[in-house]
């Protein structure tokens, strides 16, 4: 199974690799799916890590193709995070905090998706304004630095805080940043940020700053049944007023082709004319007319017998 997952992973890195498009890849490997997310990171950092030390946090080195992204990984004891606590990335976890189920030894991923936080989460009516930073516990046996089993956390002091830099630029805005954490099928629950601008939790998640998004412009009012039936109308006047106009425009361009049709082919019979017999011409008003002059061949008898 071992070598099966580690194949399986030697295999995405080299699409990865090669593919030319870093967003276009990651949507169509993961369809901006969290979950799918989670267990990359996983399994990532299971092959990336090689016998890391218990307590030393490490910055994962992701491929080029998840820039803007971030990811660290800490292996603690479970009998020092409750009598400790931790305080790595962007979280503070507070002692008397029971992993559950009970392990020896857990390992902690930490998640920053950076500018790819919307393309995972999006929530209606609010904007984020910070990015998506979320934590993930598993079991850590001495096999693998990061198991198969997920862990929940169970806190009997303090709360776990979260903190995000650069709230102070959106304080003052006419709008009152909210935290939000997100949990599974899109869902989420939005709190009030505490008066130190960080957000609290008991347990694990991803989180995040969101404002109210601006109100969209009005929608177009949508015709009443009146108004379309008088556009209806208006379109069937417009279109036989089209019509006519058309037919009346194909006719007056048929008389004057008839018109210069029958000039040519009047002066074509003149020429014609004046090529045969010579006739005189004289003009009724406005047309020349022919003449004969002469009379071609006499009148005679064809019998001398009169009565």
Not at 60 to 73: C, K, Q, R, T
Not at 123 to 143: C, E, H, I, K, R
Not at 150 to 169: A, C, E, S, V, Y
Not at 177 to 185: D, Y
Request: charged share 15%; proline share 8%; hydrophobic share 40%.
């Amino acid at each position: 199974m071992e070598f099966f997952k580690s194949w399986h992973i030697l295999w995405l890195l080299f699409s990865l690799s090669f593919s030319s498009s870093s967003s276009s890849f990651v949507q169509a490997l993961y369809g901006y799916d969290p979950e799918s997310l989670s267990t990359f990171f996983h399994d990532y950092a299971n092959t990336s890590l090689r016998n890391p030390h218990t307590g030393t946090l490490y910055n994962i080195s992701l491929p080029a193709n998840f820039s803007g992204m971030e990811a660290s990984f800490v292996r603690v004891l479970s009998a020092k995070f409750w009598s400790r606590g931790a305080n790595f990335s962007s979280f503070q976890i507070p002692p008397r905090v029971i992993p559950m189920p009970y392990r020896r030894r857990l390992a902690i991923v930490f998640e920053n998706l950076g500018n790819w936080s919307s393309s995972y989460y999006q929530m209606s009516n609010y904007t984020l304004v910070a990015p998506v930073v979320g934590f993930m516990a598993y079991d850590s046996p001495n096999a693998t630095p990061i198991g198969n089993q997920k862990l929940n956390f169970t806190t009997q002091g303090d709360p776990i805080t979260i903190r995000f830099p650069h709230i102070d630029d959106v304080q003052g805005k006419n709008v009152t940043p909210k935290c939000v954490q997100f949990g599974a099928a899109g869902s989420f629950e939005i709190k009030n940020m505490t008066k130190e601008n960080e957000c609290i939790t008991h347990g694990l998640g991803h989180f995040s700053i969101v404002v109210p998004s601006p109100p969209r412009p009005a929608p177009t009012p949508t015709p009443t049944p009146e108004k379309k039936k008088r556009h209806r109308k208006g379109l069937g006047k417009g279109f036989v007023v089209g019509i006519v106009f058309g037919l009346v425009l194909l006719g007056l361009v048929m008389i004057a082709i008839f018109k210069l049709w029958w000039r040519k082919k009047l002066k074509a019979m003149e020429k014609q004319s004046e090529k045969d017999v010579a006739f005189d011409t004289f003009w009724v008003g406005r047309s020349k007319m022919p003449s004969a002059s002469m009379t071609r061949t006499q009148p005679y008898l064809e019998h001398e017998y009169v009565p």
